[in-house]
C-alpha cells in the first residue's frame, strides 16, 4: 500500500524543509522529504540570507506585533523571537561562520531597521549572514544546510510533488500522495506531515484574489501555492493572504520572471503613468515597495503606478548596473552589463538627448515630465524634498544627458500568506483548532502579515521549521 515510510515527512525541500528535517533527526525521528523541483532550495537560495538579531527580545516582540496590525498572535509572535534569537547559534553549531550583513552599495537604500518609529523598533538587532563568496549569501547558508542534511542521510525525493494529503478519522495527516517519475507515490507519515513548499509568487490567478494585482517573481519558480491548496482540502484556516515583500523590478518579454532593480548612484527619481513622483525613492525599504503602487485613482480605476518609470541620467548609467542579475537563475540567462550599454542596444534601456523626446518613448506628455524632473532637480539643489522627505544626501539632480527610462514593475521577492499556524508549528482549521499531525514552517502560512521588514522570512523559515521538526518527531507513532 505504501511506497515510503517515515516517522516525519516533509513537503518542500528549502530553508524550513532543512531545517526541520535536521531537527526532526535530532529528536530521533526517521525523514523523509518530497521536493517539487529537480533541486532544493527554495527561496532561502535565491535569498540575501539576512538573519535577524534582538537588541531586546520583550521590545523585539512588541515591534513585530505592531508590525502584524493585530493579525498575528502574541505568543506566535514571542516563540518566534525566542527561537530564532538562538538562529546564529545553531549556524555556528552547524559548522557555519556568521558575518555581519553588509549594506549594500546600491539604493533603494537597505535601512538598519525598516519603520524605524515603530514601537519597539530599538529592540532590534543588525542583521548577520552565513559568511561566504558573495553579498547575496542564501546560497551560502543552502550550501551549509545542504551539507548537513546530506550528512545526516536524509532522503529525498526530488521531483515529486505533494498532490494530495492523506487523513485518517480520528488519527489526522497520516501521509501524502506524491506524483513520482511513472505514477503516483504513496508516502506515509507515521509521526506527522509539515509543509514547507512556499508560496504563490508565480500564481498569478492567486495575485490576482488575494493580492488584487499582478506581481512578478523574483525567486523560486517552483512556488506556485501547491502548499495553500493542499492544506486548504483537509480544512486548513488561512492568514496573512495579501502579505508580500516586493520590491521594483524590471520585466522583459525574453523571461518569465523580473529582474529586481538596483540603481547604483542617486541620481534618478520614479514617476508614475502621469509622470509625477510618488514616493521616497531612496528612503523606502526595499521589501515594501510594493505598497506605493497599489494605488488606484478612484475615478477611472486606473493603476496608474502599474508600470512606473526610473528616470536617470547619463552620470548614473556609467556608475554600475541598475539590475541585479549577480545570483539565481538569473544569472544563468543574463550577465547585467557594468555600464548597461548591453541592456540599452536591446533596447531594455530606453534613451534620449532630452527628457521631452524620452518621454514620448514611454508614453508620458512632455511637458508634465519635463516639469517633474525640473522641480526634483531644484529640490535637489536645495537639498529638501518637501513631499515625500528624500534625504538630502540622495537628492542629486539629473544632469547630463543622454537620459534614460525604464519600466518599473513590483516584483516578488515572497509571499506571506498560507495555512494558519500556532506556536507549536501545527496547522489550525477554521475554527482554531490544530489539524492533527500536520504541521508548516517558512513562508507558507508566516507569521509576517502586509509590512514586512526584511530578514524576517529566512529567520523564520529556521526558527519555525526546527519547531516544526521537534513536534512532529514527538507525535505518537501511527501503523508503526
Request: proline letters at 5%; hydrophobic letters at 35%; one cysteine or more.
Amino acid at each position: 500500500m505504501w511506497d515510503h515510510e517515515a516517522d516525519v515527512v516533509i513537503v518542500g525541500y528549502g530553508g524550513a524543509g532543512a531545517a526541520a528535517a535536521l531537527s526532526a533527526i535530532e529528536a530521533g525521528a526517521k525523514v523523509l522529504v518530497l521536493e517539487k523541483n529537480p533541486a532544493g532550495g527554495g527561496n532561502t537560495k535565491y535569498s540575501g540570507g539576512s538573519l535577524r538579531t534582538y537588541l531586546d527580545v520583550d521590545k523585539a516582540s512588541d515591534y513585530i506585533e505592531s508590525l502584524c496590525d493585530g493579525a498575528t498572535e502574541r505568543d506566535v509572535i514571542e516563540t518566534f523571537v525566542r527561537e530564532s534569537s538562538r538562529n546564529l547559534e545553531w549556524v555556528k553549531k552547524m559548522g557555519g561562520e556568521i558575518a555581519p550583513r553588509p549594506t549594500p552599495p546600491s539604493f533603494p537604500h537597505s535601512l538598519p531597521v525598516a519603520f524605524p518609529g515603530t514601537r519597539g523598533a530599538e529592540g532590534i538587532g543588525p542583521r548577520a549572514r552565513v559568511k561566504g563568496a558573495g553579498e547575496d549569501a542564501g546560497i551560502d547558508l543552502w550550501g551549509l544546510l545542504v551539507r548537513k542534511v546530506e550528512g545526516a542521510g536524509i532522503k529525498i525525493l526530488c521531483s515529486s510533488p505533494a498532490k494530495q494529503l492523506l487523513v485518517e478519522k480520528g488519527t489526522g495527516v497520516t501521509g501524502v500522495i506524491a506524483a513520482g517519475v511513472e505514477r503516483d507515490i504513496r508516502v506515509r507519515a507515521r509521526g506527522g506531515v509539515i509543509l514547507t513548499c512556499g508560496g504563490f509568487e508565480y500564481d498569478q490567478t492567486m495575485h490576482l484574489n488575494y493580492l488584487g494585482q499582478k506581481y512578478f517573481g523574483l525567486c523560486n519558480p517552483g512556488n506556485t501555492g501547491d502548499g495553500i491548496r493542499l492544506a486548504g482540502e483537509v480544512g486548513a484556516d488561512l492568514w496573512h493572504m495579501n502579505g508580500v515583500a516586493a520590491s521594483l523590478g524590471y520585466k522583459f518579454p525574453e523571461f518569465e520572471f523580473g529582474i529586481r532593480s538596483s540603481m547604483p548612484a542617486a541620481g534618478f527619481l520614479y514617476v508614475d503613468r502621469n509622470g509625477k513622483r510618488f514616493m521616497d525613492e531612496t528612503g523606502t525599504d526595499a521589501h515594501f515597495m510594493w505598497a506605493p503602487t497599489s494605488y488606484v485613482d478612484t475615478k477611472t480605476l486606473e493603476r496608474t503606478r502599474i508600470p512606473s518609470y526610473v528616470i536617470f541620467d547619463e552620470d548614473t548609467r556609467m556608475r554600475g548596473p541598475v539590475g541585479v542579475t549577480g545570483q539565481g537563475r538569473v544569472s544563468d540567462v543574463h550577465q547585467w552589463s557594468r555600464d548597461n550599454s548591453v541592456e540599452v542596444r536591446k533596447g531594455w534601456i530606453r534613451a534620449a538627448d532630452g527628457i521631452a523626446d524620452l518621454a514620448r518613448q514611454i508614453n508620458i506628455r512632455p511637458d508634465i515630465l519635463q516639469a517633474t524632473v525640473a522641480q526634483y532637480n531644484l529640490q535637489s539643489v536645495g537639498g529638501y524634498d518637501p513631499e515625500f522627505g528624500r534625504a538630502a544626501d540622495t537628492l542629486v539632480p539629473l544632469g547630463r544627458a543622454p537620459y534614460y527610462a525604464m519600466e518599473l514593475w513590483p516584483c516578488l521577492f515572497n509571499t506571506q500568506g498560507g495555512p494558519k499556524r500556532n506556536a507549536r508549528a501545527q496547522v489550525l482549521d477554521v475554527h482554531g483548532n490544530p489539524i492533527k499531525r500536520l504541521y508548516s514552517a517558512g513562508e507558507l502560512g508566516s507569521l509576517w502579515h502586509r509590512n514586512y521588514p526584511g530578514a524576517g522570512n529566512v529567520s523564520e523559515a529556521l526558527a519555525f521549521g526546527r519547531i516544526a521538526g521537534r513536534n512532529a518527531a514527538g507525535e505518537q507513532r501511527v501503523g508503526a
